[in-house]
């Protein structure tokens, strides 16, 4: 199968500014006393054992990291996951749909399980994190069903420190695995890491290509061939099938979805997601924003969520091949999105489902009947993501 | 097994009032921007392919709509029902007390599987609803335990268009099945919905008759027989059983609840309710109430676990014979509630439960050691909630 | 094996203060209007059948108490947990993890289980609580797993007058079964709870001695024999075994955490914990504070999740020894914590686990890197929580 950097590649300098430009203040997180203890209070297994991250000088090129915590993915979580969301696709939802049309019961989420993979890199890659570049060559791999246990690796692929030399940004392969060895997810991430020293000397210098997008043949390994036949469309919410779509057809995805503080909180700390940004007031409070950033990964799964209407029978995330983080989103602000089909493709040897490249933008309060998206040739205000994937859909 | 069209009825006169007096501009979503594409965007296959849900004129009497979307029911989901209600119903509780009496495990809660059949049903029947006016013979027909998968169908049984010609009120009958085939739920609703086109012909003029009551001989076919003598009074939480109630004896269920947006807004989506009201501040914050509406189950829900505290043996909810949101909740507002016995009746052929006919009253922001209900000829500006049902209770 | 009141015991003079000083007035609930009915209101089973909870003078000496309702605890109820608190303890949060090292499956975290045996002792012992005195001899006795059913029995084994006569302290040893019969945990609690009337007589005279801290012969009953080399650090988040850590040792567990209303009611609920002052902003506006409680349960699992951070081997909490709810926490409020290792212990005939006794103290609004406790002869004005417990640890 071929791996990320054998396919069309794109160049960083699309993706080498910060998500959120002059956002690197905010960042920051209240800067705490200094953790030095009194020698009187030292032992000799007094060094501290609260783990602080890595900084962009402690990476190195070819370094694997295994991440803690392995999780068990039950049906609680996909509950919950439903309570916070409201995905609505039949074959996650319904173990009876599921089997009709050829899965041994209803899989998870794909979102979830990006989620929870996500999370447990993040104690490792991205405590220290300025801001999240980018994705490219996410992959899934097989599914997931309640009572897999999830875990992590990430491998170092590229380094690259900033002029300011005071950050660099960090490139990894992070792939999720089951119980069983099997692979159920793959991407790449890079992400503006600070550096602890400004002087340190920059651990590497490369930046590997990435995909302009996962290649249509090599999509599918997490979707079981299905009985397309026994797709039920009515019941699926939905009667337009792949050959429905075409290419530059734009969906607007009407509902809005307002997002609580508790919300995405609950939802972060389920996939055990530690960035503190996200769950300290008190310290946000004193930085640029003076507000807890939400979990981009959250607009994702309401973007995904509210997608449902108008793209019910997409019902499974094959690959995403990128995806931008335009602008940060807080508590109370109301969540719409949009869709365009960019592409469509047939997947080798199945005529089961077909590909749909969709580009899905999620916008904040502004309902998005306009398809917004650039206001000349800046960000459209409203734009909070833009994310570039694939999904399935029967034939 | 007689219908609900075979029993006592009741005219529509009482219930053909909004539920909310003037509540109509309320309701209105903000406008839309015309969905019209420019040509440019056109291609064949470029309809829009969301879902607007059905208008007053696209209903037919006779009319059978299959909802999507099945829905297994999980451990998962109990729990966070539980986390968002608290009920202490023992029965639903606990697998072991379930199984003592007879049952196979620990039922899923009554209320919660009537709002994943109803929230099944919104997209097709309410999504431009301007209010929900009234149930009627709501019964329970099988028990639903983890892992069924649930699914509903409504005929379309009744049309009357309004005088002012923009709405009618659409009157279905709505079912919902578990994946064996067998109903596990039936009720009848009437609801208030826009016409897309006020000069649209009227599509059928029909007030079917509904039932004042569910007759008790109809009781019980979702409550296995059970070991009354098994029946732990003191684990269930009250001495009371069923020949300890009289009729005409009012209950105050004493505790309150504050409700938050993040929990109603988490309920409703775990039932896969799709109703922009209760989601979508930014254009709630343009309407009557300037505020998400909270889904009038979740009112329902919260009056059921506060009457556990003077009805805790009153486990199975076995039909509600109507019931009506007298006023709107909002976060922010405390919930207290009240029940009344309306009536008692033995089930033929069985020893083990009775039937307690309840008034249960929820109000806002007003504990309820007075009973409120009426000021005068008008509700009593408290009152959200005036629900009519049947519960079991052992002997 | 040994009982707590076999063990070196505390008086209860360093607990006998409130929790919070002065609060008394606070915890009141509003006064509800006399719930007396008019006797036409009345009928022969008329009487209230609404719990108003024991009063100080309803308890006795021996009494035993079995308390509602039993909950049968599931992969749901872990799951919101999760999102709840975010722990990240491997043990508890992947079956892979747990069965590698000996366990059957992933147990239920061990403060979940504490809070549902709690939880239903609060309706019986401190629905009229003024004050939540103290704990001590917490010890778990067995490991609970999904599908596992819990109940609670409490035995009052002391009691004490106030000066005032309008409370008293009541002294419980709560015993949490599952439904093999067999104890999962045991604790002594003591609680201020109001006098129904103040003339009433003392139910009895007796201060129960408390253990200071639970032996350590006595810990791990809980934990099954665990292989300890096939415990992974890596996957499990630090590197740090039982003989890394020292006496004295202080760990700044750095990270903080939000508190939103929602996210404490949910929690609580899950507990099924009827407490009024967590749930009820309408009464709570009218006394000391104006604002919901939260449960001081929920500051003991804040604390636990981020203890993680310094802590991640620290996988079984073996027994509580005593704790204090120093202040109070109210939405809104940010909670840090740091650790003190207090002791550590070797258990009789274990050769594959160790406990660390610690000191645990989260604070509000207080990053925790000067380890804040003390100022001067007072409580630091952050401190909410000053816990005592052992952990267990690989060695």
New interface residues.
């Given amino acids: 199968m071929a791996g990320p950097n054998d396919e069309p590649s794109r160049t960083i300098k699309a993706f080498s500014g910060e998500a959120y430009p002059g956002l690197d203040p905010g960042w920051e997180p ?1 800067r ?4 030095v ?1 009194r020698s009187s ?1 030292m ?4 060094m ?5 991250g890595n900084f962009f000088e402690d990476f190195r090129i070819g370094q694997m990291i ?1 991440h ?5 993915v ?7 996951y ?5 995905p ?3 074959v996650q ?5 599921a089997q009709l049309i050829g899965y041994p019961r ?1 899989p998870v989420d794909d979102l979830l399980v990006f989620h929870i993979v996500f999370g447990k890199t993040v ?1 490792d890659v991205s405590l220290n994190a300025v801001a999240n570049l980018g994705y490219a060559g996410c992959r899934y791999l097989a599914p997931v069903y ?2 897999d ?1 999830l ?1 992590a690796v990430s491998e170092v692929i590229g380094l690259k420190e900033n002029s300011s030399r005071q950050t660099g940004i960090v490139f990894v392969r992070s792939t999720g695995f089951k ?1 069983d060895g099997g692979k159920v997810l793959e991407y790449v991430r890079w992400v503006m890491v600070r550096k602890r020293d400004q002087k340190a000397a920059a651990p590497g210098d490369h930046v590997p290509r990435v995909p302009e997008a996962v290649l249509p043949a090599t999509l599918g390994d997490a979707c079981p061939p299905i009985d397309a036949g026994a797709y039920d469309v ?5 009667p ?1 099938r792949f050959d ?15 997002v ?4 995405h ?6 996939y ?1 997601n ?1 960035a ?1 940004i996200h ?5 946000a409070a004193q930085g640029r924003f003076g507000r ?1 950033l939400i979990y981009g990964g959250h607009v994702i799964s309401l973007a995904r969520a509210l997608s449902f ?4 029978n997409g019902f499974h995330i094959a690959a995403i091949n990128g995806g931008r983080h335009v602008s940060p989103l807080f508590a ?3 969540v ?1 999105a949009w869709s365009e089909v960019l592409g469509k493709a047939e997947l080798p040897g199945r005529a089961d489902v077909g590909a749909l490249r969709l580009r899905t933008v999620a916008c904040r ?1 502004h ?1 998005c ?2 398809f917004p998206l650039k206001s000349g040739n800046e960000d459209d205000p409203a734009v909070l993501l833009d994310l570039d994937y694939w999904v399935l859909m029967p034939r």
Avoid at 279 to 283: A, G, K, R
Avoid at 309 to 312: F, K, V, W
């Fill in positions: 209240v705490r006393r200094k953790r203890k209070e032992t000799s297994a007094a501290t054992k609260t783990s602080t295994r803690a915590t392995p999780r068990t039950t049906a609680g979580d996909v509950a919950l439903n309570g916070l969301f409201g609505r696709f039949a939802s319904s173990d009876a749909f209803a104690p309640p009572g246990t875990t119980q009515t019941l699926a919410g939905s337009y429905d779509y075409a290419v530059g057809e734009k969906i607007d995805h009407v509902d809005g979805v307002t609580e503080e508790a919300e909180q609950i939802a972060t700390r389920l055990q530690t503190r769950f300290d007031q008190f310290s807890r209407n108008g793209l019910a109370g602000s109301t719409f309060d309902p009947a306009d």
